[in-house]
C-alpha cells in the first residue's frame, strides 16, 4: 500500500525562526513528490522534485529529494506570520496509474 | 480562464438526502480527483478519474460515487448523506503524464445533520 507520512504533524514557531518539515514516502513507480501550501481554502503550488539531491528554491522556501532514502524535506528560513499554513506533501506515482497520494499535512503556527 | 470550479461551495443536507457535487475544469485535463479533508486527516483520496469514461476507488470511496461523462466534468455524489459525510471536498485535476503539477477547486463545505 502506498503510503506519504509527514512531520511534525504540527509546528510553532517565532517569527525569524527556521523549520524543516519532513515527508516520508513508500510509493511503487515514483514519479514526483510536490509540495503544497494550504492557507484558507484550496492548496497552492510550491514545488515538484522528481531527481534527488537537486534543491528547489523559492525566496526563503527550499525544498530537496532523497530518491535514496525515500524522504523529501521543506525549510522555510526567517518565518514569517504569514507562513502559517498547512503544508501538504503529495506523491504521485503509486500502483494505480494516475493515482495521487496525499501526506496527513504538517500545521504551521508562526507567531509575531 | 476559469481553471477548477466546483459547485456547490456550502451545502446542508439532512441525513438520507442525495446530492451531487459538480467539478469542472477548462485546461483540457486527462485526470480529475475528488478529495476530502478532516481535521488532522489531511487529503484523502475518494475517487479519481484518468480519463473520459474511466474512474477508479480512491481510499475512502464507501457512501460515494462518481461519473465522468464528458472530460471536462467530475461529478461526485452522494446517494444517502450521513453525518460522517461532514467534511471539505475539493476537486483537482492535471494533465496526463508526469511531471504535471495539480490544481485545486476552491472547495465545497457540506454539513449533513
Known amino acids: 500500500e502506498d503510503k506519504v507520512v509527514q512531520s511534525p504533524l504540527s509546528l510553532v514557531v517565532h517569527e525569524g525562526d527556521t523549520v524543516t518539515l519532513n515527508c516520508s514516502y513508500e510509493v511503487t513507480n515514483f514519479r514526483s513528490l510536490l509540495w503544497y501550501k494550504q492557507e484558507k481554502k484550496a492548496p497552492t503550488f510550491l514545488f515538484m522534485l522528481?531527481?534527488?539531491?537537486i534543491e528547489k528554491k523559492s525566496g526563503r522556501l527550499s525544498s530537496i529529494l532523497d530518491k535514496k532514502e525515500l524522504f523529501s524535506i521543506l525549510n522555510i528560513t526567517a518565518t514569517q506570520t504569514g507562513d502559517s499554513a498547512i503544508y501538504l506533501c503529495?506523491?504521485?506515482?503509486?500502483?494505480?496509474?494516475?493515482?495521487?497520494?496525499f501526506g496527513q499535512g504538517t500545521i504551521l503556527t508562526v507567531h509575531p | 480562464n476559469a481553471g477548477v470550479t466546483q459547485t456547490p461551495k456550502f451545502r446542508v443536507l439532512k441525513t438520507g438526502q442525495s446530492m451531487t457535487l459538480l467539478c469542472a475544469q477548462d485546461?483540457?485535463?486527462?485526470?480529475m480527483y475528488w478529495y476530502r479533508q478532516d481535521p488532522g486527516m489531511g487529503l484523502r483520496l475518494i475517487h479519481y478519474?484518468?480519463?473520459?469514461?474511466?474512474?477508479a476507488k480512491g481510499e475512502v470511496p464507501d457512501g460515494y460515487n462518481v461519473s465522468r461523462l464528458k472530460k471536462q466534468n467530475f461529478l461526485l455524489g452522494l446517494e444517502s448523506a450521513a453525518p460522517s459525510q461532514t467534511s471539505v471536498y475539493f476537486c483537482?485535476?492535471?494533465?496526463?503524464?508526469?511531471?504535471?503539477?495539480?490544481?485545486f477547486g476552491e472547495g465545497s463545505w457540506l454539513t449533513v445533520v
Open positions: 483537482a485535476s492535471r494533465k496526463g503524464g508526469s511531471g504535471n503539477t495539480i490544481y
Open positions: 503529495l506523491n504521485a506515482g503509486g500502483t494505480s496509474y494516475g493515482k495521487l497520494t
Open positions: 485546461m483540457n485535463h486527462e485526470y
Open positions: 522528481t531527481s534527488s539531491g
Open positions: 478519474s484518468v480519463g473520459e469514461g474511466t474512474t
